[in-house]
């Protein structure tokens, strides 16, 4: 009956020791976070006070940033995502002077190499989440945070990836770009003195009807022809035909080839420069006699190309029921 005291007192004594260092520990790592030598929030670890910060018994959430600052191990990630973390950490010491409980810290291999030999980690950056040990069930498992190779992965995706797995919400602080506005006014008012010195040189060409029906015509050819559509199908420039020759015209309305595209955009070119004659230049001219013989060149023009169109077309799709002499009968 004497014992069950006893053991009651010595369980209590050792959870309140247990708290007690916990409690020395989070001052410990947040008076680090307060007068870190680097980026403000941010505790600069070594092997030993990484030990500490993912030791058992622990009352609080660190996000640990594996990396290899040093110019000799080449890593261009861990350069470029420095500063997205060293923002992370600020903004979180801004809004939680004394870390409430999260912890943003950083292990360099150059001070950190039995850790990373430990883990057996061989490439950088590595980002992990080591849970509060109060956490529940798995808490002694550490998260990893998945980098996209291809880009800088933003401060703020961290931010909700941290805010998923925690309690903890981080909101990003970024500080003010005046850099980026300077360069917007600067070219704002760049773009404005430029524009009114070369008005007076710009504005015949600005003003010009025949410039801007080139440029419809010539982007109208485009659409129509089917450039668009070769972007964005990749379609092949020449396939290999029936026998091993080439066939530059694809089988089926739905379907084209890049040399069929060309040559249909030419076929309209023509087309549309000869209606542009005929409406235009040869109702100008003096000489009647030269004026019959032009007109009727162009409607030659006219008719061959359209009967050479409607063959494209009867070539695409052996059921178009449609001809024009002389190319088709």
Not at 56 to 74: I, K
Not at 223 to 240: A, D, E, L, W
Request: proline share 5%.
């Amino acid at each position: 009956m004497r014992l069950l005291p006893l053991l009651t007192a010595f369980t209590s004594l050792l959870s309140l020791t247990v708290a007690q260092k916990s409690t020395n520990k989070h001052q410990t790592f947040a008076d680090l976070a307060s007068s870190s030598k680097g980026s403000k929030g941010v505790v600069l670890l070594n092997d030993q006070l990484f030990g500490d910060l993912t030791g058992p018994n622990r009352n609080f959430t660190s996000v640990v940033l594996f990396t290899a600052l040093d110019a000799r191990f080449g890593c261009v990630l861990c350069r470029d995502f420095q500063p997205e973390f060293d923002l992370l950490g600020n903004s979180w010491h801004k809004e939680h002077p004394k870390s409430d409980g999260l912890f943003f810290t950083i292990l360099d291999f150059s001070v950190g190499k039995q850790t990373f030999q430990r883990l057996g980690m061989s490439t950088a950056p590595i980002l992990m989440l080591f849970p509060s040990s109060n956490a529940g069930p798995g808490s002694d498992q550490p998260i990893k945070f998945d980098f996209n190779p291809s880009d800088i992965t933003p401060a703020e995706a961290v931010a909700r990836w941290v805010t998923a797995h925690t309690k903890h919400t981080v909101t990003i602080h970024r500080p003010f770009n005046y850099v980026k506005l300077f360069s917007f006014i600067g070219g704002i008012i760049g773009t404005a003195t430029l524009s009114k010195l070369a008005y007076p040189y710009l504005a015949p060409a600005l003003f010009s009807r025949n410039l801007w029906a080139a440029i419809s015509l010539v982007s109208v050819l485009l659409f129509t022809s089917g450039h668009m559509f070769n972007h964005i199908r990749k379609v092949p420039y020449v396939v290999q035909g029936r026998g091993g020759g080439v066939s530059y015209i694809a089988s089926g309305f739905s379907n084209q080839l890049g040399l069929e595209t060309q040559i249909i955009a030419v076929v309209y070119a023509v087309l549309a420069f000869s209606a542009i004659a005929l409406c235009l230049k040869m109702p100008r001219m003096e000489s009647s006699g030269k004026q019959k013989i032009a007109v009727m060149a162009w409607n030659l023009v006219l008719l061959v190309l359209f009967s050479f169109l409607m063959s494209i077309f009867k070539m695409k799709n052996g059921a178009y029921p449609f001809f024009l002499p002389p190319l088709i009968a």
